[in-house]
């Protein structure tokens, strides 16, 4: 059974940090790229970063510079650092591995003006 569980949403400031993670079940985690979306309402899903087993990102232009992905294959967790977050950060943030259909819970982001 494919997990995964997010972590570390929050409410925050405008200019604030916020570090989201997401733990995975080790059989799906090593060798599947991993990404993570956001979702406000009124819109569709946002593609926010996707990193490949090997490592290599992807951001969205919206996030481009301020956050990071990371993994930890060792764990078997992606890792979203949030910096300079703004009020349009706002929404659900889902861990997913990339191209399957298998997503997290979510987790709430809120960035206050």
């Known amino acids: 059974q494919v997990q995964l569980v997010e972590s570390g949403g929050g409410l925050v400031q405008a200019g604030g940090s916020l570090s989201l993670s997401c733990a995975a079940s080790?059989?799906?985690?090593?060798?599947?790229?991993m990404a993570w979306y956001r979702q406000t309402p009124g819109k569709q899903r946002e593609l926010v970063a996707t990193?490949?087993?090997?490592?290599?990102?992807n951001y969205a232009d919206s996030v481009k510079g301020r956050f990071t992905i990371s993994r930890d294959n060792a764990k078997n967790i992606v890792y979203l650092q949030m910096n300079s977050l703004k009020p349009e950060d706002t929404g659900v943030y889902y861990c997913?591995?990339?191209?399957?259909?298998?997503w997290g819970q979510g987790t709430q982001v809120t960035v206050s003006s």
């Open positions: 997913n591995i990339f191209g399957t259909p298998f």
């Open positions: 080790r059989s799906y985690f090593s060798r599947n790229a």
């Open positions: 990193i490949t087993s090997g490592g290599s990102t």
